[in-house]
């Protein structure tokens, strides 16, 4: 924790930071045991306004997501290199001149694996010459045959790059756990001192980009990240984020986990384009190396890295950094296992080490009380925007199933008033109207799919309605537990060791 924080906050302080998420999360499952004896007008009440902000939620995720997805057809069609010329104004930079730096942190991901995903999907990008990417393979030194695979990398893409180079993150440094953020920060380091303190190359024209060994990019990303780069005045305080979408294996995964990367993938592409723009970077993202190197690159003591860069940028930028979409896939792998309960496993762990970016509840609150040069409304937000995601996140699932009916179980006398006796049916209603979404997400979810994993005969769409029955079930025990889990062990000062999601080739 930088000093900085410790002056601000007492031990005592960061510490009840730390209980609050968890603590309000119970407390908000636990309200309708003991309210619906004391308070049942209050639980009642904030039952209906928590249903009206979901029917709220629902519809406007659905309606995003269909302009996301007409945003990603118009993005394809586009050559980005002729609007670049079509448009260029004396301020842009120079397309020749910029370069993209991509990072692949990876761990014991196999040769298979990196090549047929990350690299090869670098390869042939369209639009720009792959000679301009920076292809830095992040390989952790206390992986064994780390040495190995990266020379068969090398020997398999050699020439297809600018440049193409292995880095290897060093064990045991002080102040480090282990994880995607201190190995790419280890990287991003040594690529830097190659390219700007040595070979003096203009820091300002390069990008620098975040990615897993399993990220597909689409074959425009990087023409289209030239030219908002060059375009943009604010190149040096922006992050590009694409839809991120579980589509490389999601015919493979068991259904639990395919429901919910699908809910997933069209949340993501709504919540790019939320008009309150409290957006974060998530999974694989861009931005400037410049900027990268301002904020100190990534926390090397964390485990959630993509939100928590974005926050550190926000503070040292004074509140003036914000995400900018980019409407065109990046496709990812969902967790798989050898066996069903062994994939169901990977996805719970993999959800609670995401949830584990709780911990930057606390990191926000104190960030903000050392910034006041950020105007309150702008601090406050981001602080309402990370409890908004972890709270709901841990707790929509009880709302929406047990307490309608818990309240009236609970207290019978309270079911003969007309709230108590309306109550079920007011919750029941909305969300039989917010299934009218849901068929609205399954029929997007079907349009934005790659052709090869399409259903494609009545047997097929017919396995995919039907899997949508056991969706309370999956959300319960492959989203909401896993996140409830992580607020809980943060409760307990309980810290959550980093554990790779496996990936099969």
Same mark, same amino acid.
């Given at each position: 924790?930088?000093?900085?924080?410790?002056?601000?906050?007492?031990?005592?302080?960061?510490?009840?930071?730390?209980?609050?998420?968890?603590?309000?999360?119970?407390?908000?499952?636990?309200?309708?045991?003991?309210?619906?004896?004391?308070?049942?007008?209050?639980?009642?009440?904030?039952?209906?306004?928590?249903?009206?902000?979901?029917?709220?939620?629902?519809?406007? @995720?659905?309606?995003?997501?269909?302009?996301?997805?007409?945003?990603?057809?118009?993005?394809?069609?586009?050559?980005?290199?002729?609007?670049?010329?079509?448009?260029?104004?004396?301020?842009?930079?120079?397309?020749?001149?910029?370069?993209?730096?991509?990072?692949?942190?990876?761990?014991?991901?196999?040769?298979?694996?990196?090549?047929?995903?990350?690299?090869?999907?670098?390869?042939?990008?369209?639009?720009?010459?792959?000679?301009?990417?920076?292809?830095?393979?992040?390989?952790?030194?206390?992986?064994?045959?780390?040495?190995?695979?990266?020379?068969?990398?090398?020997?398999?893409?050699?020439?297809?790059?600018?440049?193409?180079?292995?880095?290897?993150?060093?064990?045991?440094?002080?102040?480090?756990?282990?994880?995607?953020?201190?190995?790419?920060?280890?990287?991003?380091?040594?690529?830097?001192?190659?390219?700007?303190?040595?070979?003096?190359?203009?820091?300002?024209?390069?990008?620098?980009?975040?990615?897993?060994?399993?990220?597909?990019?689409?074959?425009?990303?990087?023409?289209?990240?030239?030219?908002?780069?060059?375009?943009?005045?604010?190149?040096?305080?922006?992050?590009?984020?694409?839809?991120?979408?579980?589509? @490389?294996?999601?015919?493979?995964?068991?259904?639990?986990?395919?429901?919910?990367?699908?809910?997933?993938?069209?949340?993501?592409?709504?919540?790019?384009?939320?008009?309150?723009?409290?957006?974060?970077?998530?999974?694989?993202?861009?931005?400037?190396?410049?900027?990268?190197?301002?904020?100190?690159?990534?926390?090397? @003591?964390?485990?959630?890295?993509?939100?928590?860069?974005?926050?550190?940028?926000?503070?040292?930028?004074?509140?003036?950094?914000?995400?900018?979409?980019?409407?065109?896939?990046?496709?990812?792998?969902?967790?798989?296992?050898?066996?069903?309960?062994?994939?169901?496993?990977?996805?719970?762990?993999?959800?609670?080490?995401?949830?584990?970016?709780?911990?930057?509840?606390?990191?926000?609150?104190?960030?903000?009380?050392?910034?006041?040069?950020?105007?309150?409304?702008?601090?406050?937000?981001?602080?309402?925007?990370?409890?908004?995601?972890?709270?709901?996140?841990?707790? @929509?699932?009880?709302?929406?199933?047990?307490?309608?009916?818990?309240?009236?179980?609970?207290?019978?006398?309270?079911?003969?008033?007309?709230?108590?006796?309306?109550?079920?049916?007011?919750?029941?209603?909305?969300?039989?109207?917010?299934?009218?979404?849901?068929?609205?997400?399954?029929?997007?979810?079907?349009?934005?799919?790659?052709?090869?994993?399409?259903?494609?005969?009545?047997?097929?769409?017919?396995?995919?309605?039907?899997?949508?029955?056991?969706?309370?079930?999956?959300?319960?025990?492959?989203?909401?537990?896993?996140?409830?889990?992580?607020?809980?062990?943060?409760?307990?000062?309980?810290?959550?060791?980093?554990?790779?999601?496996?990936?099969?080739?």
């Amino acid at each position: 924790m930088p000093k900085l924080m410790k002056k601000i906050f007492s031990p005592s302080h960061q510490r009840l930071l730390e209980i609050f998420p968890g603590f309000l999360s119970w407390m908000i499952i636990l309200f309708p045991f003991w309210g619906a004896f004391i308070i049942p007008k209050f639980v009642a009440y904030f039952t209906v306004a928590f249903f009206i902000f979901w029917f709220y939620q629902s519809f406007k @995720n659905f309606f995003l997501g269909i302009k996301g997805y007409r945003k990603i057809r118009a993005y394809q069609k586009i050559n980005w290199q002729a609007k670049y010329r079509q448009e260029k104004q004396p301020k842009w930079l120079a397309w020749q001149d910029i370069r993209h730096i991509i990072i692949i942190p990876n761990y014991n991901e196999s040769v298979a694996k990196i090549a047929q995903t990350s690299l090869y999907s670098l390869a042939r990008q369209k639009g720009i010459d792959p000679k301009r990417l920076i292809v830095i393979m992040a390989m952790e030194e206390r992986s064994a045959g780390a040495h190995q695979r990266a020379k068969l990398l090398l020997l398999q893409f050699q020439g297809k790059f600018g440049l193409l180079k292995a880095t290897f993150h060093p064990a045991h440094i002080a102040g480090e756990i282990k994880g995607k953020a201190s190995n790419e920060a280890w990287a991003a380091k040594q690529i830097k001192k190659i390219l700007v303190d040595k070979q003096h190359q203009d820091i300002g024209n390069f990008t620098i980009t975040s990615c897993d060994a399993d990220a597909k990019f689409h074959p425009y990303y990087f023409a289209a990240l030239t030219y908002f780069f060059a375009k943009d005045p604010q190149r040096y305080r922006h992050f590009w984020q694409s839809p991120i979408f579980w589509y @490389n294996n999601l015919n493979k995964v068991p259904a639990p986990i395919r429901l919910i990367g699908i809910i997933g993938n069209i949340n993501h592409i709504s919540h790019i384009q939320d008009p309150d723009q409290l957006y974060f970077n998530y999974s694989t993202y861009s931005l400037s190396l410049k900027l990268l190197n301002e904020v100190g690159y990534w926390d090397r @003591n964390i485990i959630p890295e993509d939100w928590h860069l974005f926050l550190q940028a926000f503070f040292a930028k004074k509140g003036r950094v914000k995400v900018v979409p980019i409407f065109l896939p990046t496709s990812i792998d969902a967790p798989e296992g050898k066996t069903f309960w062994q994939a169901l496993k990977n996805r719970y762990l993999q959800c609670q080490r995401h949830a584990w970016g709780v911990t930057d509840v606390p990191y926000t609150v104190i960030q903000a009380k050392a910034h006041p040069e950020i105007p309150l409304n702008l601090r406050l937000a981001r602080i309402y925007k990370m409890l908004e995601t972890h709270i709901l996140w841990s707790t @929509n699932w009880f709302i929406l199933t047990l307490n309608a009916w818990l309240i009236t179980l609970l207290n019978p006398r309270f079911f003969q008033t007309t709230l108590g006796y309306n109550l079920p049916k007011f919750s029941g209603a909305v969300l039989n109207i917010c299934l009218l979404a849901l068929l609205g997400i399954i029929w997007l979810d079907f349009q934005l799919r790659p052709a090869e994993i399409k259903a494609r005969t009545v047997i097929d769409y017919g396995r995919e309605f039907l899997q949508w029955l056991i969706l309370p079930i999956a959300a319960l025990f492959m989203a909401v537990l896993p996140g409830l889990d992580a607020q809980t062990k943060l409760m307990f000062g309980k810290r959550l060791e980093y554990r790779t999601t496996k990936k099969l080739t």
